[in-house]
Structure formats: structure tokens, C-alpha cells
């Protein structure tokens, strides 16, 4: 069975983490998942024994967060010849911050990118209870499982 890991950080509403501990959940028996908040600046594990290596969080600003960023920088030679996934939630569910990230790592093969939207109480959106407000759901969960069983498949 193919196993990944998927480095995150999710703070605003935990909305990525949500979307990760969902589709683990539902790739049980086909794809191993690991996930690993760098957001404490905990420990990563040793890389060497996965497949592939997820990098997941919200969109701030136009862009993936700070410590998934300084990650990948930090680590570019290491990432060099290894399989890499974005995953992203944000207000716009696109994949804009992921391609500027996924550049960062040249030398790196992308199997692929999933985005959806997340709930956003950032600013004046607070005052109406935000938007996306029961994002991620259900069925972005199962989409991001399939995502990942089919690239994890090729
Ligand atoms: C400070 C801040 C800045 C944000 N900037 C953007 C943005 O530039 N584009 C966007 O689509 N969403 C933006 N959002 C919405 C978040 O990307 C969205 O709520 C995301 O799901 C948060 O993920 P998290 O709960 O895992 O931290 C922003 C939210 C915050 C709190």
C-alpha cells in the first residue's frame, strides 16, 4: 500500500486540517496518511519511507502559509527527485498559491493539486458569519480522497 505524508498548517479554522483528517479517513485500506502540523514547529519524521509528500494549508494573503513556505525552502536539495501534492482551502478554492509554491522546488515532481474552498471570517466577512460557512464538507472530503487515490494509483 502507498504511503504519504502530508506536512500542514491550519490555524484560521482548522478548515485544512479538517479537509485532510476527512479524506484520511476515507483512504484507509488504499493509501496511508500521515499528517504532521508544522505549525508548532513540531518535528517532521524522516521522509525517506513515503511515496509521495503532501504540503497542505490555507490561502493568507495570496499565499500558502509561512511555515509551509519556509519548509520548502529550507529544504529544497531534500526535495529534490521526491513526488510532492498541494493541497489548499481558501476563500476562492483555487490552486494560484500552490503553483507558486510548488515553483519553488524545480527539481521536485508534482503528481497534483487539490483545492476547495474554506470557511473565511477574515475582515468585514466576520460580520456576516464569513463565507463558505460548512467548508470543507463531505463531499470535498471525498473529492481530496479520490484525489489522492488516483494520483497515488499512476
Ligand atoms: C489572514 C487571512 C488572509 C486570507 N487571505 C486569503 C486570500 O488571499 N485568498 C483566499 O482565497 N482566501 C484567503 N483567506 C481565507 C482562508 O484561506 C480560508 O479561510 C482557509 O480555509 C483557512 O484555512 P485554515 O482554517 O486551515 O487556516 C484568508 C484568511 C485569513 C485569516
Known sequence: MKKIIVLYDSWHHNNTEKLLQGCSKKCQGKVTIDLCSLHDDNAVPDLSSYDAIGFASGVYAGRMSDKILTYIKDNQTALTGRSVLF???????????????ADMIPGSTVKGMFACRGWNTFGPFKLFGGTNKNCPNEADMQKAADFIMETMAE
Open 87 to 101: 493541497f489548499s482551502t481558501s476563500s476562492s478554492g483555487n490552486t494560484k498559491a500552490m503553483k507558486n509554491a
